[in-house]
């Protein structure tokens, strides 16, 4: 299990949590998705077998969300 | 997506609006209308998207029901109305988000105090690195002015450090060898090596961020409330509307209600205030882990202390030694011989008491035991040595002759702890040690009384004598003495029976599961120490008691500026409610109060970011307290 924590644009809507937290739930291989929406951080635990960190930002950047910072860890 | 591209629907949508004002003036309907129509289209259609885009996420936005409003609007030929709507709408989403941006301009600040390089000794050159190459082990110069940037030990030099960064305290501290300095901190003046230990992720400072990013989505109970609330209110206020509608047969009334209920300021009435609030403490060296810590804490009406290293300085030093049918050295070396593996503070008191008086401590202690809460077994020099309280003794049935329990309990009314040593069977002395009360203390505890603390609570391993007199200096309710640590919890069980809230107030590593137990748990000195950040509902990173009623008053004015805020929204809504029934308010102008509702319980909770505790200035402790223990 790696830990990954994205840093996007300034999140305005809280709604925009909703969809990120559910688009990340839905992904096989990650776990405990979670959006940070004050600093406006993704954070989620996720399984490298079975999905890569390039993915995930991929996947939040076509949700609208562009990714300023990836950490991997 | 980005905000840039916002503003530029806002300008168009406003310009348009003017044209149309124009074209009125002109007395040229058919432009005036195609004005304000596209203007709508161009306003509305990113509306309509995040109301669409929510539907598909099975939630109702405020968009949605601004959309259908718009689109009533539409049909019934007001143009000017659904023009205006969608753009105060937009602008006021633009202004919003430009004013929660200052809500989070705490966090913000924090951040950007971040230490990015640092210059590292490497085989004898200087070379500067960017801090994610430093690594542990690494020998870092920090000249005047320049940023710490690792946490690690003074292994040369000596500086004067400004930790505002951690501590939120702007007097520099002064920093030799072997002391601890910490990432983000800036050196005043001065030159020092200092070996890293943590780096990157895993500095205290580091962590602060995180816990403060963390503490700010920590949803308040008001909060959870609120957003349950929102998600039964907004399809409300849609079948509201149809019923409206059945029985006015008015389109344009109808319209209006849907437009004035929307829940916008009701949604961030709470977290625009807890993200001010916890910002505000962040900076001042106080974290407060999110918004039910925020509701607990002002509703505390009972604070226990920890009295060793919270009350107190945590310094202990050896202020007499009484010894019997041996000279004071001899005794000191054959205690210190048998604390020298011993982790307990007033041990190794007595062993650098020891080492200063020049004694070498030569012998090895054997057959070493501890009891905890009471004290040690060990021999040493083959001869058999009980350290400790009165209990320690009388358990190994050595008697305290000749008037020694009266010096005993002289020197304990006198404020320090008496440590008695038993050698061979019998008693050999009694060594005193006092511990300084923190010159904040009787100010912080005046200061809680006053913010609505009914109840202060001592509790401390420590004998009766010294337990009461610190008390009644310090001007503590209560005093429970001679305590194990786990009597510390149970009283914490008690206290909350009889239907007190209690804060318990302790180093975090010892008190951990007292703290853990009371309501809301406060570490102090937190700095440097994991187990202690992760414990603690309320973590004060520097060593300054009064932080603590600085946080409590900050708790108080945070709650009392969401229920401001909610109550502000509540009414809003209910007056325009009554303005459209009464038909004062139409679709435009019933937006224009409502996004000015929003704006303005941003701004009441921006005050929270400039909050301060009344009379809360650096006080000079001109009253002087003896040394006490």
């Known amino acids: 299990m790696k830990k990954i924590e994205l840093q996007l644009e300034t999140l305005s809507c809280p709604s925009c949590i909703k969809r990120i937290e559910k688009a990340l739930a839905k992904e096989n291989g990650v776990e405990d998705a979670k959006v940070l929406f004050n600093s406006s951080k993704v954070k989620a635990n996720f399984d490298e077998g079975i999905v890569t960190a390039d993915h995930l930002s991929e996947m939040i950047e076509k949700l609208g969300y562009p990714v300023k910072k990836r950490k991997v860890s | 997506m980005g905000k840039l591209k916002k503003i530029h629907i806002v300008i168009i949508s406003g310009l348009l609006l003017a044209t149309a004002f124009m074209f009125n003036l002109a007395g040229m309907d058919f432009w005036k209308n195609t004005a304000l129509i596209v203007a709508t289209v161009v306003a509305g259609w ?40 969608t753009f105060l709408f937009l602008f006021g989403a633009y202004l919003e988000a430009r004013s929660l941006e200052k809500t989070r301009t705490s966090l913000k600040t924090l951040m950007d105090m971040a230490p990015l390089e640092a210059t590292v000794l490497k085989n004898g050159e ?53 002391d601890q300095v910490f990432s983000g901190t800036i050196v005043d003046n001065g030159y020092i090596e200092v070996i890293a230990e943590k780096v990157g992720d895993d500095t205290a400072f580091s962590k602060i961020i995180e816990l403060v990013e963390e503490a700010q989505e920590g949803k308040a109970r008001t909060q959870k409330f609120l957003e349950r609330f929102a998600n039964v209110y907004t399809p409300g206020i849609l079948v509201l509307s149809v019923i409206v509608f059945i029985f006015t047969r008015n389109i344009e009334l109808t319209l209006t209600f849907l437009v004035i209920a929307c829940p916008g300021a009701l949604v961030i009435s709470a977290p625009v205030s807890l993200v001010s609030g916890i910002g505000n403490g962040a900076r001042s060296g106080t974290l407060i882990k999110g918004g ?23 310094k202990p030093s050896v202020t007499a030694i009484h010894a019997i049918g041996m000279s004071e050295d001899e005794l000191l070396k054959l205690t210190a011989e048998a604390e020298l593996i011993s982790e307990h503070h007033l041990g190794q ?6 080492e200063e008086r020049g004694i070498n401590l030569t012998n090895e202690a054997k057959d070493f035991a501890v009891e ?3 004290g040690l077994y060990a021999t040493v020099a083959g001869r058999r040595v009980v350290i400790g309280n009165r209990k320690l003794l009388a358990a190994n049935e050595i008697e305290l002759e000749g008037g020694v329990d009266d010096y005993a309990i002289g020197e304990e009314k006198l ?15 009694i060594i005193s040690i006092a511990d300084q009360i923190r010159p904040e203390a009787i100010d912080t505890i005046k200061r809680l009384k006053k913010y609505g603390v009914k109840e202060t609570i001592m509790l401390t391993g420590d004998n009766k004598h010294t337990a009461e007199k610190v008390a009644a200096q310090l001007g503590i309710d209560t005093v429970h003495a001679e305590m194990l640590p786990e009597d510390k919890v149970t009283h914490v069980k008690q206290l909350q029976e009889k239907g007190y809230r209690v804060a318990m107030v302790g180093d975090g590593i010892n008190d951990a599961p007292a703290i853990a137990l009371a309501e809301v748990g406060l570490a102090m000195g937190a700095a440097g120490t994991d187990a202690a950040m992760e414990t603690a509902d309320v973590v004060l990173m520097g060593d300054q008691l009064n932080r603590i009623p600085y946080a409590y008053a900050l708790s108080k004015a945070t709650v009392r500026n969401m229920k401001q805020n909610m109550f502000f929204a509540v009414g ?13 308010v139409f679709l435009a102008s019933g937006m224009l109060i409502h996004e000015l509702s929003v704006l303005a319980v941003i701004v009441n909770a921006l005050r929270l970011i400039r909050f301060k505790e009344a009379g809360d200035k650096e006080k000079q402790y001109t009253e002087s307290i003896p040394e006490m223990n």
């Open chain 2, 292 to 314: 039910e810590v925020m509701e607990n804490f002002a509703k505390i009406d009972a604070v226990v202390f920890d009295k060793t290293g919270t009350l107190t300085q945590g």
């Open chain 2, 46 to 85: 990113s509306i309509a998207k995040t109301a669409i885009q929510s539907i598909m996420m099975k939630s109702f936005s405020i968009e949605l029901l601004v959309t259908i409003a718009v689109i009533g609007a539409l049909f019934i030929g007001e143009y000017v109305e659904s023009a205006a709507v």
């Open chain 2, 572 to 584: 809003t809504v209910a007056l325009l409610l009554a303005g459209v029934l009464l038909g004062k």
């Open chain 2, 372 to 374: 905890k809460g009471y």
């Open chain 2, 349 to 354: 008191t007595i062993v650098k008491e020891a």
């Open chain 2, 415 to 429: 404020g320090n702890t008496a440590i008695f040593v038993g050698i061979d069977g019998l008693v050999a002395g």
């Open chain 2, 126 to 178: 200087r070379v500067t690195l960017p801090v994610e190459e430093i690594e542990a082990g690494d020998r870092i110069i920090i000249q005047s002015g320049e940023q710490v940037a690792i946490d690690g030990k003074v292994v040369s030099g000596q500086a004067h450090i400004n930790e505002a960064a951690i501590t939120g305290e702007s007097i520099p501290a002064g920093k030799k060898i072997d």
